[in-house]
């Protein structure tokens, strides 16, 4: 596999200028019109480093670290070769000619809105394909005819095995955050999906890392890639704009921590992500009985809810997201301030693409990670791993002083809103409220029930007789009187 290296860049000392644009690299004016129309004028690194290569139909292997714009990069570079191999005209069969697969169903949906965005004017019929939804709707859009399938393994290879999607004219293929598929165990499927297309086809894959398995698979099924790299063999994976804390902290304390941190003056949009399903669930019931605005994404939710979730945080309604891993990977969105590792994670990996929800496309943001005490071996291999230089995280409590400091939280501020309290409170029935008076009530009671089902008669009177009960004696269900009986 040749190999051609592009390292030690960056925007403010490399060859590319600042005031490169999209049409610069030579986009389609269709494509660039539109990103205008977005507010996207100027490529990131990794766009104008790959952009220009993948124009001209070379394999591509890119590599860079997570939120720096991966997914514009070979997005706009598909979408071009779309128009310009066709030449504007679009086939009649109606069969993809370009497919993106990507690891989660939540990916899968950010690059399809991201294809709709640069693609807005070029009408291009895009389809999100991902598991967890009917068929109905995938199968009807297909027989309807599309230009660009975006999916996840799964549900990509279901529909090609039905004979629904046929993958025989797909001329660009791109594999988005590779080595999340390898850790999901998807490679197999990878591999059965690349024999359904076209040996002559175009191949990008993008992403943040690159572990022998998947530079294996490039080596089997790209044609001569070009390996890009935005930045030096040194440089940290972890974005630099991202400040970052690690706390040793009490599990049962950490609610209060996060709670508090959810006051702070710079905190908007927050990230939470747990390792289980059922502690994000937990955390995001906790968190509302405290009064914040929660969502929830994680696997025992069904897709519509967490499509819901997203979209809400999205737009603001809820400014906290609890999420396991699922949404650590490609959701992009804008004005995330804040993320919290609830737990400490499994990988350095798994840390970078968690923390990259944030400081998102040159904006700052702030990464806290908690770490148990069972958790310091496993945090000390991370740290290693990543030459962040925070091996021993300070020992800290909802009520540490640094904590306040460091997260820019207000003195004073506790783990419930004060709305919280004051509706919990309201909501309460009190025992005065619901009966007229307690008092009353106890006495009443005591009264009904001091000597069996007969109230103690008042000084002065006479007990009240308790009238007497008459047997009824039935005989195959007709009553019998006494008389009778006898």
Not at 132 to 149: N, P, R, S, V
Not at 248 to 272: C, F, S, W, Y
């Amino acid at each position: 596999m040749s190999s051609y290296l592009i390292k030690g860049l960056t925007l403010s000392d490399n060859e590319i200028a600042v005031d490169d644009t999209f049409a610069d690299l030579g986009v389609h004016e269709s494509i660039t019109s539109a990103l205008a129309d977005a507010g996207i004028v100027h490529p990131f690194q990794i766009q104008a480093l790959a952009i220009p290569l993948a124009l001209g139909g070379s394999d591509l292997i890119g590599q860079a670290r997570t939120g720096t714009g991966k997914t514009l990069a070979f997005g706009v570079s598909l979408l071009h070769r779309m128009v310009t191999i066709s030449e504007g005209v679009k086939p009649s069969h109606g069969k993809p000619r370009a497919l993106v697969v990507c690891p989660t169903r939540e990916l899968a949906l950010q690059v399809g809105r991201d294809m709709d965005v640069a693609g807005k004017h070029l009408k291009m019929r895009v389809l999100t394909i991902y598991g967890g939804t009917g068929y109905d709707e995938q199968l009807d859009t297909l027989a309807k005819g599309i230009d660009i399938a975006v999916g996840t393994p799964g549900r990509l290879l279901d529909l090609a095995d039905r004979g629904a999607l046929d993958l025989s004219h797909v001329q660009v293929l791109v594999l988005d955050e590779a080595d999340e598929m390898l850790d999901l165990g998807f490679l197999p499927d990878i591999e059965r999906i690349l024999h359904k297309t076209p040996s002559d086809r175009q191949t990008m894959l993008f992403s943040a890392t690159m572990p022998a398995p998947i530079l294996t698979l490039a080596r089997a099924t790209l044609n001569k890639p070009i390996n890009i790299r935005a930045e030096g063999q040194d440089a940290q994976m972890t974005v630099p704009d991202i400040e970052q804390f690690v706390y040793q902290a009490h599990d049962l304390d950490k609610p209060e921590i996060v709670a508090r941190l959810l006051q702070g003056n710079q905190t908007t949009k927050v990230m939470v992500f747990t390792r289980t399903k059922r502690a994000a669930q937990r955390l995001m019931d906790d968190l509302v009985d405290r009064g914040f605005a929660v969502g929830a994404i994680h696997g025992d939710l069904n897709q519509q809810a967490r499509e819901r979730a997203l979209k809400k945080f999205r737009a603001g309604t809820i400014n906290v997201l609890v999420a396991t891993d699922v949404a650590a990977r490609g959701i992009d969105i804008t004005g995330v301030s804040h993320v919290v590792n609830y737990e400490c994670p499994d990988t350095d990996a798994t840390y970078v693409h968690r923390i990259g929800r944030t400081g998102r496309a040159g904006n700052s943001g702030v990464s806290v990670t908690l770490v148990d005490w069972s958790d310091l071996h496993r945090w000390k291999l991370i740290d290693q791993a990543l030459h962040l230089d925070m091996p021993d995280p300070a020992e800290t409590y909802s009520t540490s002083p640094h904590l306040f400091t460091d997260l820019d939280i207000p003195e004073g501020t506790k783990g419930r809103l004060p709305g919280a309290v004051a509706k919990e409170r309201s909501e309460r029935p009190s025992r005065k409220a619901s009966t007229g008076d307690g008092g009353e009530r106890r006495h009443r009671r005591r009264s009904t029930h001091s000597s069996g089902d007969r109230a103690a008669p008042a000084q002065g009177e006479s007990a009240p007789s308790k009238p007497r009960r008459r047997r009824r004696r039935t005989v195959n269900g007709v009553e019998v009187k006494p008389d009778e009986a006898k």
